[in-house]
Nanobody
Framework: QLQLVESGGGLVHPGGSLRLSCGAS????????IGWFRQAPGKEREMVGCIGSGDWPTPYTDSARDNAIIIYRDNGNHTVNLQMASLKPEDTAIYSCAAVWSPNERNCMIALGKGPYSAWGQGTQVTVSS
């Protein structure tokens, strides 16, 4: 059974950068669409972005955050990373990753919309504060 683990969270100053990783204990995630989500206190969970499966995975991020977020696969470490820049206090949240088995779907939004979800990680806390 697939188990996802996030890492890389912590305290960062406003304007700073952070890279989060989503892995499965060294298991390959190539055939999975991976979504990054976040949930701030008192708010509903929202998608930060996602990346599709396959040799040419298609990343997606919210258009408002396009310049500050990069999602990519680290094939050497078998992780999917979320690189965030220009962080603001309102980015404070628990960040989680989730996987949907979709080896033939490059569009992660379609894959994650269809499901079913194979696994969710426990999440990692990101706090943006001075």
């Amino acid at each position: 059974q697939l188990q996802l683990v996030e890492s890389g969270g912590g305290l960062v100053h406003p304007g700073g950068s952070l890279r989060l990783s989503c892995g499965a204990s060294g298991l390959r995630l190539d055939g999975y669409a991976i979504g990054w989500f976040r949930q701030a206190p008192g708010k509903e969970r929202e998608m930060v972005g996602c990346i599709g499966s396959g040799d040419w995975p298609t990343p997606y991020t919210d258009s408002a955050r396009d310049n500050a977020i990069i999602i990519y696969r680290d094939n050497g470490n078998h992780t999917v990373n979320l690189q965030m820049a220009s962080l603001k206090p309102e980015d404070t949240a628990i960040y989680s990753c989730a996987a949907v088995w979709s080896p033939n779907e490059r569009n992660c939004m379609i894959a994650l919309g269809k499901g079913p979800y194979s696994a969710w990680g426990q999440g990692t806390q990101v706090t943006v504060s001075s």
